[in-house]
């Protein structure tokens, strides 16, 4: 049994199992931040911005507006993998400000479902910003260079041999 536990991680810390790890870390919260956003922007868009309202926030439609584009779309960027980082940065001010609106205006408690839901969804978004997108990524299929074998060929040498 002490071996196969060994196995498991040897497996996970190669590139493979760390790469699918990312692969399913950015998934989940991709998932989860579209679900958010579009529940929000189908069904909640005014009662989400009067609630906004109410903490005094300046602005509060371009705010909503803000947080569902940033949960939807940047949700559906993070799913894929393309433009993460940005992505990422638009997610972590988002759910980094429903954390301090869990502890500073609705509980005070860290420990509610709210506040706890916020900080892992922002240590998470954190986690990931740092990572980066992972090597199963848009991102990094449009960053890697030409293998050698696929240089530009000067087409008239070809030609000729």
């Known amino acids: 049994m002490k071996a196969r536990i060994q196995d498991i991680f040897a497996v996970l810390s190669r590139s493979f199992g760390r790469e699918s790890v990312i692969l399913f870390l950015r998934i989940w ?8 956003g579009s529940d929000k922007l189908f069904r909640s868009f005014e009662p989400f911005t009067a609630h906004i309202h109410t903490f005094g926030v300046p602005l509060s439609k371009f705010v909503g507006g803000f947080v569902i584009f940033s949960q939807f779309v940047g949700g559906a960027m993070i799913f894929f993998g393309f433009l993460t980082r940005p992505a990422l940065i638009c997610i972590l001010l988002t759910v980094f ?13 860290p420990f509610s479902r709210k506040a706890e839901l ?6 998470l978004t954190f986690a990931l910003f740092i990572t980066g997108p992972g090597l199963y990524s848009v991102d990094s299929f449009l960053s890697r260079e030409r293998s050698p074998g696929h240089e530009d060929v000067n087409h008239d040498e070809w030609r000729k041999s």
């Open 29 to 36: 919260l991709g998932v989860m931040m579209v679900y958010h």
């Open 118 to 123: 916020a900080l892992l969804y922002s240590v």
């Open 97 to 109: 400000s429903a954390v301090l609106e869990a502890l500073f205006f609705l509980t005070y408690d």
